[in-house]
Nanobody, 123 residues
Framework: VQLQASGGGLVQAGGSLRLSCAAS????????MAWFRQAPGKEREFVSA????????YYADSMKGRLTISRDNAKNTVYLQMNSLKPEDTAVYYC?????????????????WGQGTQVTVSS
């Protein structure tokens, strides 16, 4: 499975962005999919995840209420809508896939990673 993240960019504080992650491979629909982010000098941190069916979603406390994760298994794509962005949200955002139904926030548990897309929020 290959993952391709897109949709990042430069936005002012309070603005919105929608990230997309397109996946190749027929087994995408069985994976837990997630978004992580990594700011310069910091560890990669969990942002959000969605179950294989889309029926369960999970969010990091730091961004809860400002995010909506969704997926379209027919298009092999997962989305992350981010609203009310803050300068501290500036980071490279990565999509990741986990070959299991089990929910996890640990980067090491994820089997596939996209290349990352830069999100920069100006104050």
């Amino acid at each position: 499975v290959q993952l391709q993240a897109s949709g990042g960019g430069l936005v002012q504080a309070g603005g919105s962005l929608r990230l997309s992650c397109a996946a190749s491979g027929r087994t995408f629909s069985t994976y837990l999919m997630a978004w992580f982010r990594q700011a310069p000098g910091k560890e990669r941190e969990f942002v959000s995840a969605i179950s294989w069916s889309g029926g369960s979603t999970y969010y990091a406390d730091s961004m809860k209420g400002r995010l909506t994760i969704s997926r379209d298994n027919a298009k092999n794509t997962v989305y992350l809508q981010m609203n009310s962005l803050k300068p501290e949200d500036t980071a490279v955002y990565y999509c990741a896939g986990h070959k299991s139904y089990d929910y996890t926030t640990r980067p090491l548990d994820y089997d596939y990673w996209g290349q990352g897309t830069q999100v920069t929020v100006s104050s």
